[in-house]
């Protein structure tokens, strides 16, 4: 007996055979992220990402609506295997830009924050690749090696994609980003986020500069870091963990927290005497830590405006049970959160005005 595997519907190779250019691949390669497409040509046919990188499909989605054709990435993991094995990761993704002047750009604005921020950059320009698996010390997988016309062959198959496309494909930068720090999962994909989300680049979201105080309110994993990052001038996003891995190396030591939280009120005090838009990016369950910030918006004649994600409850849990142990929050602490935020009052709290995702998003003006 024979058996038959199902393979990638007529509807999707259809859709893959009709791309052009790499701008095509992208936003294909994006919907497969988001599954709104079941089938991605260098997968498995009626697979999706991996479980482990659930996470991080807001992000890669972004990338490569943003001209970053994302081929594969990982997050940053240390711990052991289901067969007891020690498995480390470095955060990374690897993929192509257009090498035109847009694709430089866009590969430019990738390349320097990420270099500023100590992460691995390849471009064009790495023989053997870096290891960015281990098991038990031993080296397992690499990304960034330059790849072959067969390599590329293998990811892009003739029967799906349209031979001036894999030209293109093989003339464009090929271009990874890692992390050298095994095991951590933050740094590269805020850098990533934020080099997409700057003024200059083309988004199809608009930017909000008016004066104010904007406090996320939201359980963790409800996506106010991407909310953040979509919508605000960078540099405006005040964000705790961010200062306590200042002061400490990491975001999870909380023995920093205190030094943390006195720079991060120096800070935010200095931006709301100048006037500037500044978002606080942090749960804010506790209506006493809402009200702290809204009395300080008002003391210096700026409004204080809510912005809550609305993201299903189930979808946070979703998300936190696959982040790293180091990020994961403990169930009954989400629970928490998810309750309080469930009883938030606006008008109790001090805030002028809420802001919700459908507030954020320009419509259609048909």
């Known amino acids: ?61 972004l990338a490569n609506r943003a001209g970053y054709l994302t081929d594969n990435s990982q997050p940053g993991i240390a711990e052991p ?28 604005r990738i390349i320097g924050p990420a270099r500023e921020a ?18 038990d010390g031993r080296d397992y997988t690499t990304f960034g090696a330059l790849l072959s016309k067969r390599d590329l062959r293998t990811l892009w198959p003739a029967h799906l994609i349209h031979r001036d496309l894999f030209r293109q494909l093989h003339s464009a930068i090929q271009l990874t980003v890692i992390d ?8 590269l994909w805020d850098v990533l986020a934020k080099a997409l989300y700057t003024p200059s680049a083309p988004a199809a979201h608009p930017t909000i500069t008016e004066p104010g105080l904007y406090v996320l309110v939201g359980a963790a994993g409800s996506g106010k870091s991407t909310l953040a990052a979509r919508h605000f ?44 838009p500044t978002v606080l990016d942090a749960t804010h369950a506790e209506a006493r830590h809402r009200r702290k910030y809204t009395d300080l918006a008002h003391q210096h004649g ?43 009052n606006a008008k109790a709290d001090g805030f002028d005005a809420v802001l919700r995702p459908a507030d954020l998003t320009p419509t259609d003006p048909s």
């Not at 701008?23 to 498995?44: C, F, K, Q, Y």
């Not at 050298?180 to 740094?187: A, F, K, N, Q, T």
């Not at 002061?247 to 005090?269: K, N």
């Open 1 to 61: 007996m024979r058996l038959r595997l199902p393979g990638m519907s007529r509807t999707d190779r259809a859709r893959w055979r009709s791309a052009r250019s790499i701008a095509d691949l992208a936003e294909l390669t994006a919907l497969w992220l988001e599954g709104r497409i079941a089938s991605h040509p260098g997968v498995m046919p009626n697979c999706g990402p991996d479980e482990e990188t659930t996470h991080l499909v807001q992000v890669l989605a």
């Open 81 to 108: 295997g289901f067969d007891g094995r020690w498995w480390a990761q470095r955060a990374a993704v690897t993929g192509w830009v257009c090498r035109d002047r847009a694709g430089i750009d866009l590969a430019n």
């Open 118 to 135: 100590g992460l691995v950059v390849c471009a064009d320009s790495h023989r053997h690749g870096v290891t960015v698996t281990s098991v």
């Open 180 to 187: 050298p720090e095994w095991g951590r999962d933050d740094v």
């Open 233 to 276: 001038p960078a540099g405006s996003v005040l964000e705790l963990d961010a200062f306590r891995a200042l002061a400490a190396g990491t975001r999870a030591d909380q023995s920093a927290t205190p030094a943390a939280v006195t720079a991060f009120d120096a800070i935010l005090t200095a931006r709301l005497e100048r006037g500037l």
């Open 302 to 344: 700026l409004p204080a405006i809510a912005v809550l994600p609305d993201t299903p409850d189930a979808e946070c849990r979703r998300r936190n049970a696959m982040r790293p142990d180091a990020r994961r929050v403990p169930p009954r602490i989400l629970r928490d959160q998810a309750r309080q935020a469930a009883h938030f």
